[in-house]
């Protein structure tokens, strides 16, 4: 599996970006794709996650209501839609994915594959 996240960038607070996490390698049901985020001298932290048959989303408290994941089956590819972007959003952002066990999936460890990451800077 080989997982591609570009869309990063610079943005003023109050902007959006849109992230994209191209996947390639094999068929993807079964299958869950997270967002995930580092800032500097911060742990990666979860963001959100869609399985890929079902569609279904988990979010982290910090996104809730202001970004929304969304997948293309057709493009293979997810999107993480970010709305009303925040100084403290700024990151480096990767997209992750694994086999769907189930729940919420919000563990960095949970996850095999890694895309390289997409720098995400929100200007004050």
């Known amino acids: 599996v080989q997982l591609q996240a570009y869309g990063g960038g610079l943005v003023q607070a109050g902007g959006s970006l849109r992230l994209s996490c191209a996947a390639s390698?094999?068929?993807?049901?079964?299958?869950?794709v997270g967002w995930f985020r580092q800032a500097p001298g911060k742990e990666r932290e979860f963001v959100a996650r869609?399985?890929?048959?079902?569609?279904?989303?988990y979010y982290a408290d910090s996104a809730k209501g202001r970004f929304t994941i969304s997948r293309d089956n057709a493009k293979n590819t997810v999107y993480l839609q970010m709305n009303s972007l925040k100084a403290e959003d700024t990151a480096v952002y990767y997209c992750?994915?694994?086999?769907?066990?189930?729940?919420?999936?919000?563990?960095?460890?949970?996850?095999?594959?890694w895309g390289q990451g997409t720098q995400v800077t929100v200007s004050s």
């Open positions: 992750a994915a694994n086999l769907y066990l189930g729940g919420s999936f919000n563990f960095e460890r949970l996850y095999d594959y």
């Open positions: 390698g094999r068929t993807f049901s079964s299958y869950v």
């Open positions: 869609i399985t890929w048959t079902a569609g279904s989303t």
